[in-house]
């Protein structure tokens, strides 16, 4: 029926996302009849706040409905400055920034304009999915820097410094960090900033997107404020989908120096244009408007974390450390494997117990191994409490019955 089809070598180096598809596989079981709770998909239940409902449609009314330019809408760039410089202390041009269809997209094309055949990336991991299948389609290698639970999962600098070679284009890092909720403290930062300062052809690509999820007070820190050294070669990434619950908007945004985004906006011209014009005005809006319900929301997700964190470290065989921000939990479930599943089957890697727990009982939950660690699961808690209530009961008693 396909004939002649076949993939590009760079695609054949991509792996599908396991996050994505255990979504999926959970909607068809829900389509099917089955009750499940979802609480493996990294997106808020609440609703986009009603002023940035309300923005979207002005734009519509006001004929903002044509092709933008390229790299974002001047207004939103403009926003996009003063939100660095309010919240990060960060000064940048508005042509030192760019807009793209989700802060997936500003990764893509920051690793894509970047990387040739050859080069590696370091990660921590456990890590957010999609840097090493992008730099796996550049044809470029990604070097895991393990981070331990007993670390809280925070990154050594002596990992980092360790890690570093010749061949080394970008340390890729993420705090608040999906899947652990590990963050730094400025001292933390520095101690890592400083092995960078030493190794002055490598690039800095922070993916900053849970900035604003940040529990028990602590504050956010991001690279190129810790070291002002480090300005000239990083790429702040942000967006809009989890602070402000837009996460169906696809509006992220990255500032940097002028060659990279000029390089990311020639990838972006030639392949999606510009990111939505609609989105764009209703994320200027986001950004410059009350940020009030953002702290509101960290406060009922702070709630959600303690609530997760007690029911499961009641649960027998799990260990689950308390995050420090984003929206998931990463407990281990070491203690389970080797044992039997309540189906009668083997738990041999993290994986059986997440399909073993949806297959009993019928909760969604991601796998450690698609983080790049474990043998642990990681829960998203951007659910409402009912759903996490009733979730964490069907695993405490999904738990209870392995042996
Ligand atoms: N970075 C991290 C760490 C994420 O968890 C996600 C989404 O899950 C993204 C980036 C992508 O964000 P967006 O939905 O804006 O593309």
């Not at 598809?21 to 009603?50: M, V």
């Not at 007993?150 to 050594?156: N, Q, W």
């Amino acid at each position: 029926m396909a004939a002649g089809f076949r993939r590009s070598q760079a695609l054949s180096r991509v792996a599908p996302s396991e996050t994505i598809a255990i979504t999926q596989k959970a909607r068809d079981l829900k389509a099917a009849g089955r009750d499940i709770i979802e609480l493996s998909a990294g997106q808020p239940d609440f609703d986009t706040p009603d002023n940035i409902k309300v923005a979207a449609s002005r734009a519509i009314d006001r004929g903002m409905t044509k092709y933008p330019p390229v790299a974002g809408i001047p207004e939103l760039r403009e926003a996009i400055c003063r939100k660095f410089e309010r919240e990060n202390g960060l000064v940048y041009k508005p042509g030192q920034t760019i807009v793209s269809t989700g802060g997936k997209q500003v990764i893509a094309n920051a690793l894509m304009a970047t990387l040739d055949v050859g080069d590696e990336i370091v990660v921590p991991v456990p890590g957010w999915v999609s840097y090493e299948q992008v730099a796996a389609y550049c044809g470029a290698k990604t070097i895991p820097l393990s981070c331990h639970e007993a670390d809280g999962y925070k990154l050594r600098p002596q990992a980092l410094e360790a890690a570093i070679g010749p061949r080394t284009r970008w340390f890729v890092f993420n705090t608040p960090c999906n899947p652990s909720g590990a963050s730094y403290s400025y001292d933390e930062l520095k101690a890592l900033t400083d092995v960078l300062v030493r190794h002055p052809l490598i690039w800095v690509l922070t993916d900053d997107m849970y900035e604003h999820l940040l529990y028990d007070g602590r504050a956010f820190f991001t690279p190129a404020q810790v070291e002002p050294q480090l300005l000239e070669r990083t790429l702040t990434m942000n967006g809009v989908s989890k602070a402000y619950a837009m996460t169906g908007w696809r509006i992220g945004y990255g500032a940097g120096p002028e060659p990279l985004i000029r390089a990311m906006e020639l990838l972006q011209m030639q392949t999606t244009s510009g990111a939505s014009t609609i989105a764009q005005w209703a994320a200027m809006e986001a950004l410059d408007g009350p940020q009030d319900i953002v702290a509101a929301r960290r406060d009922v997700f702070q709630q959600r974390r303690d609530l997760v964190v007690r029911m499961l470290n009641q649960a027998p065989l799990l260990t689950c450390p308390r995050p420090e921000g984003a929206f998931y939990v990463f407990p281990s479930c070491a203690q389970a494997i080797g044992k039997k599943a309540p189906s009668g089957r083997l738990i041999e890697t993290d994986q059986d117990f997440a399909l073993e727990l949806l297959d009993a009982e019928g909760v969604a939950v991601v796998h450690g191994g698609a983080f790049g660690a474990g043998p642990a699961i990681r829960i998203s808690y951007a659910a409402s409490q009912g759903a996490l209530e009733e979730g964490c009961a069907r695993i405490q008693r999904f738990c209870a019955m392995i042996c």
